[in-house]
């Protein structure tokens, strides 16, 4: 017998009371998964809800093409030794049929094009809930989302119509056509994810890691020269500098940050003790103000 | 005014973030009263924005021809809310200190949007209302007042705002605090400990300095209050109460025969041994393990989302309830209650709806529309035809099924539902359970 208490960690229980709600609640939910840390985040809490049965529902991979390729080959690799079931479905396929047209030029990325492909795939495979990985620390138009958020058959957010929200009271009810994005580590921050990523000695992509890489300036900010994905004038120099990503979305949006933390010990002071905003290394949410808003209204995760 | 050009973060060294659980805390208060302000302010004061953030604030600050920074654009995240300078919607805030972390939900002022105000109190450990030191109470400061006893939530800090406006006059402070005082003895709820704190958001008097022009208050700055409240959370101190969110039956080899409870502990602890109450089948078993991943536990306490087997083969399933033996809850197929009206359809006598209490599912009928209560804790308006939007009242209901209850004032967690209407599925009303209890007759 062990004599042990479970020390309480309330984020963490409170994401896997919602994971265990969205179970009940839904008949075929999905887990978004990009091979980041949140996503890897979620997947550990997921396994924590159902342990000892499997994690019963799908990871989903929506591939821009431009992903990291020591993300992919992470992502593989935790599939394998999960034993869960991963979908992929790509960018590249929607570009190839004309159904998308890809941005060119300077500040071209296909982050946006993301959108499309995730709600088709949501179409196709009829899933009624998509767990995501989103937090309400990361943006000001995300710090105003709910845990269960409620999508029209558009992947349209009503932002200004939201339900409310009591307690830990959860209401999965929708029409047909609609589905529901989750979000439940809603709550944590950046830092919490870090220290529980420490705290549980999870498994991470390299890329987060200090690491030497040929890059260049743009714009104040440091852009990996490894990859033929981002565009580069002839003139921005490349400089081979110690960096680290502090997000892994899409290569052509995601830029370095300098830094010297080689391992995970690090990588927490350093957020600890960081002076810039998490998404503040990603483009994306620089093209406006309201970028962020305006890519959730048209069902961006 | 904070002038753009005082600001000089290079000086700053930001304070140590800790990761030690965060406090929630809610704002309420009437519109223009300068809740996002507060926010900012704080954010600011703790050096909690980081340089990214401060520099869209600056830059848009200047577009917009202000000579100070509008730190409301830090909080208001929806265009909608830039465009009309209001907040429509809950946004959650954090900031942190070298003693303690907060989440902060910057709730809406308007009348129209108090729905999002109760989503953003509902989870806070504690509140802060804000008035503008001109106007005084008005009738949406009388409203989140009251919805703050409602909810019960424990520790009310009352911040008389724009002192500066008002020359941090004392007499204007004291005739509000006099105002909230007297609102406080009339509520029925007592174990509120209510805070007075005179500032001004927007020069940071006594919010995380002291300030030099009220030197006729010697209390705490909001900061310092802030950070010495509990986090521990005071509902936690009533009777143990266990709903099962789904059943766990791997069936794998090594786990053939595994059956597992999982649900989120409430309100106390549960130990290997101790004798339970399945409800409602009301069949008595004994812990037999208490799981949380890969690892076995002796005891778990409250707050902490587990895995229970029994001794006994008994049928447990979604929405049943494990409580000690002699700690059971009422199981009844009707309920008081007060609720909180948050639909632009009103609330009629004999409509029907789903109810949600807990991870409880049932249908509901109202059987009696009793009463609207009038926020300003003046009395209550009998028998009216319907309950609108933004009101609160006292009802009864009918349930579908059994449903395993306490009343609000004894366990919060056990003591509060939802209702859905089941034509748009949308949330449209908040309840408070009311004794006395009514048993179910028989079995």
New interface residues.
């Given amino acids: 017998?062990?004599?042990?208490?479970?020390q309480?960690d309330?984020?963490?229980?409170?994401a896997?009371?919602i994971f265990?709600?969205v179970?009940?609640q839904f008949e075929k939910p999905v887990l978004l998964f990009s091979g980041g840390k949140d996503s890897i985040t979620l997947v550990r809490l997921a396994?924590?809800?159902?342990?000892?049965?499997?994690i019963p529902f799908p990871l989903m991979h929506i591939d821009t093409g431009h992903n990291f390729p020591e993300t992919i080959k992470f992502r593989d690799q935790l599939v394998k030794e999960l034993g869960v079931n991963l979908i992929i479905r790509n960018v590249q396929d929607n570009i190839d049929s004309g159904r998308v047209k890809e941005e060119t030029g300077r500040y071209s990325s296909r982050n946006i094009l993301q959108t499309e492909t995730l709600l088709d795939a949501i179409e196709e495979f009829g899933f009624d809930a998509c767990i995501g990985g989103a937090r309400?620390?990361e943006?000001?138009?995300?710090?105003?989302e709910r845990i269960f958020s409620v999508r029209d058959d558009f992947g349209q957010w009503d932002?200004?119509n939201?339900?409310?929200?009591?307690?830990?009271?959860l209401?999965g009810?929708?029409?047909l056509g609609q589905n529901v994005r989750v979000f439940p580590i809603?709550?944590w921050?950046e830092?919490?994810v870090w220290?529980y990523i420490k705290k549980e000695d999870i498994e991470i992509p390299s890329i987060y890691f200090a690491h030497k890489r040929n890059t260049f300036l743009r714009d104040g900010l440091i852009w990996s020269a490894d990859d033929a994905v981002v565009f580069r004038d002839k003139e921005e120099k490349v400089v081979e500098r110690m960096v680290r990503f502090r997000t892994v979305g899409d290569m052509s949006c995601t830029a370095a940050v300098l830094s010297d933390a080689i391992d995970i010990t690090k990588v927490v002071e350093e957020i600890?003790?960081?002076?810039?905003?998490e998404r503040?290394a990603r483009i994306d949410d620089k093209r406006s103000?309201?970028a962020m808003?305006k890519r959730k209204q048209q069902g961006y995760f | 005014m904070i002038k753009t050009k005082t600001h000089i973060k290079s000086n700053f060294s930001p304070l140590k973030k800790n990761n030690l659980g965060h406090l929630k805390i809610a704002t309420a208060g009437s519109v223009d009263d300068g809740k996002s302000t507060l926010i900012g302010r704080l954010l600011y004061d703790t050096k909690s924005l980081t340089d990214d953030k401060l520099e869209a604030i600056e830059e848009k600050s200047r577009q917009r021809g202000f000579d100070y920074l509008d730190f409301s654009l830090a909080t208001d995240g929806l265009v909608a809310e830039r465009e009309q300078g209001i907040t429509i919607d809950v946004a959650h805030i954090y900031f942190s200190t070298r003693k303690k972390s907060f989440i902060i939900a910057d709730t809406p002022g308007h009348i129209e949007y108090t729905r999002n105000m109760v989503t953003g109190a509902s989870t806070a450990q504690a509140s802060i209302v804000l008035i503008d030191a001109r106007n005084g109470v008005v009738e949406q400061t009388y409203r989140h007042f009251f919805i703050n006893n409602l909810l019960r939530i424990k520790n009310v800090v009352i911040a008389v705002n724009k002192m500066d406006l008002v020359d941090f006059s004392e007499e204007k402070y004291k005739i509000i605090k006099g105002e909230i005082e007297y609102l406080a003895s009339k509520s029925e709820y007592k174990d509120q400990q209510l805070t007075f704190i005179p500032l001004s958001a927007l020069q940071g008097d006594n919010v995380v300095s002291v300030s030099e022009n009220m030197p006729w208050y010697q209390g705490e700055t909001l900061l310092q209050h802030l950070e010495k409240l509990d986090t521990e959370d005071i509902s936690d101190d009533s009777q143990v109460r266990f709903p099962v969110q789904t059943v766990i039956r791997p069936k794998i080899a090594t786990y053939h025969d595994f059956r597992g409870y999982a649900g989120k502990i409430y309100g106390g602890d549960f130990e290997v041994g101790d004798k339970v109450t399945v409800l409602p089948s009301l069949t008595k078993s004994t812990i037999k393990s208490i799981h949380f991943f890969d690892k076995e536990y002796a005891r778990a306490k409250s707050g902490s989302s587990v895995t229970i087997t029994l001794n006994d083969n008994v049928n447990v399933s979604r929405g049943d309830m494990l409580v000690k033996v002699d700690e059971e809850p009422t199981i009844t197929k009707q309920l008081d209650a007060t609720i909180c009206w948050m639909d632009s359809a009103p609330l009629q006598v004999s409509q029907k709806y789903y109810i949600k209490h807990g991870v409880n599912d049932a249908q509901a009928k109202i059987t009696q529309l009793n009463s609207i209560i009038k926020t300003d804790f003046s009395g209550k308006t009998e028998n009216p035809s319907e309950l609108a939007l933004n009101q609160i009242g006292d009802i009864q209901l009918k349930l579908s099924k059994p449903m395993l209850v306490d009343a609000y004032n004894q366990n919060k967690s056990n003591g509060a539902f939802i209702l859905i209407n089941p034509k748009t599925n949308n949330t449209v009303g908040v309840g408070f359970i009311n004794p006395p209890l009514i048993p179910r007759r028989g079995n």
Wanted: proline share 3%; net charge negative; no cysteine.
């Fill in positions: 017998m062990n004599q042990r208490t479970i309480v309330a984020l963490e229980s409170e896997i009371y265990r709600e179970v009940a396994q924590k809800a159902f342990f000892p049965a499997k309400r620390d943006e000001k138009a995300r710090a105003k932002e200004k939201q339900r409310p929200e009591v307690f830990d009271m209401n009810r929708i029409d809603s709550n921050t830092l919490d220290s600890r003790d960081s002076s810039i905003s503040g103000e309201a808003e």
